[in-house]
């Protein structure tokens, strides 16, 4: 599983980040900068998918 981030809507909330600090980093704004196709470990996928959801913004995507 991979997960993505679209700049343009992550408002810097960092709720991702504090669902899941092992997947998710933050830039110097708090916003994720994961980039497109972030390797989620197998271990960490349930986590994931709950920042994923947590996201107000639903700037987070999941790539199986």
């Given at each position: 599983m991979?997960?993505?981030?679209?700049?343009e809507?992550?408002?810097?909330?960092?709720r991702?980040?504090a669902?899941?600090?092992?997947?998710?980093?933050?830039?110097?704004?708090?916003?994720?900068?994961i980039?497109?196709?972030?390797?989620?470990?197998?271990?960490?996928?349930?986590a994931?998918?709950?920042?994923?959801?947590?996201?107000?913004?639903?700037?987070l995507?999941i790539?199986?």
């Open positions: 991979r997960v993505s981030v679209n700049l809507q992550c408002q810097g909330h960092a991702c980040w669902t899941a600090p092992e997947v998710f980093t933050l830039d110097d704004e708090g916003k994720s900068d980039g497109i196709g972030r390797l989620v470990p197998g271990d960490m996928e349930d994931a998918r709950q920042a994923v959801m947590s996201c107000p913004e639903n700037a995507t790539l199986d």
